[in-house]
């Protein structure tokens, strides 16, 4: 089955830089790759996500890239802020729910 | 339009007592499913349905049945709690597959 691993699991930067979370696969038949954002106690949100046919997708601060090649992809948010501040979990999917595999998680704390 | 709701928030079972975890959806999405989170191990799908009438199993769904009368439901029952089972659930719901997952607040589970 599908493997995703997802690193760092923690990772602390200063406001303003940025941060980066990368994440590998290992299913090659994976097209779909979601990011979610956890907030402490609350539940998981999709903050953007990136399709095999795409390289990179970019929301105002964040942005995905893909290398299929290489099986893996990477998060990059710019500018951090505090409310940045969260877990972020990767997924991998290549269609059907059995087929959804999420990373393990990268707490990212923003120190003001 | 409420989206993805769970009830209950909070739960405490005794070793072998059973339970139903509730999640309703109002976006008449044909996908749902249940996720547990445990530290440092992500989202584990546990059973999913791909419309009403049809489930099937995830990751990890011993000590866990599931069933899908109408669209909008999709309750999760535990047969006979285990300590194991202490965990957050979470109830997710999707336009298709490989489309974003909408997520209930979630239920925090304690098995003693």
């Known amino acids: ?112 | 339009n409420a989206g993805v709701t769970q009830t209950p928030k909070f739960q405490v079972l005794k070793t072998g007592q059973s339970m139903t975890l509730q999640c309703a959806q109002d976006m008449n999405h044909e996908y749902m499913s249940w996720y547990r989170q445990d530290p440092g191990m992500g989202l584990r799908l546990i059973h999913y349905s791909v419309g009403a009438g049809i489930t099937d199993q995830g990751e990890v769904p011993n000590g866990y049945n599931v069933s899908r009368s109408t669209t909008e439901d999709f309750p999760l029952r535990l047969l006979s709690a285990a300590p194991s089972q202490t965990s957050v659930y979470f109830c997710a719901s999707s336009y298709s597959d490989n489309s974003p997952l909408h997520f209930g607040n979630g239920t925090r589970l304690t098995v003693t």
């Open chain 1, 1 to 112: 089955g599908e493997n995703v691993e997802q690193h760092p699991s923690t990772l602390s930067v200063q406001e303003g830089d940025s941060a980066v979370i990368k994440c590998t696969y290992s299913d090659s038949a994976s097209n779909y790759f979601p990011w979610y954002k956890q907030e402490l106690g609350k539940r998981p949100q999709l903050i953007i996500d990136i399709r095999s046919n795409v390289g990179e997708k970019k929301d105002q601060r964040i942005a995905v890239t893909l290398n299929k090649t290489a099986k893996h992809f990477s998060l990059h948010i710019t500018e951090t802020q505090p409310e940045d501040s969260a877990v972020y979990f990767c997924a991998a999917s290549s269609g059907g729910y059995q087929k959804v595999t999420f990373g393990t998680g990268t707490k990212l704390q923003v120190i003001p």
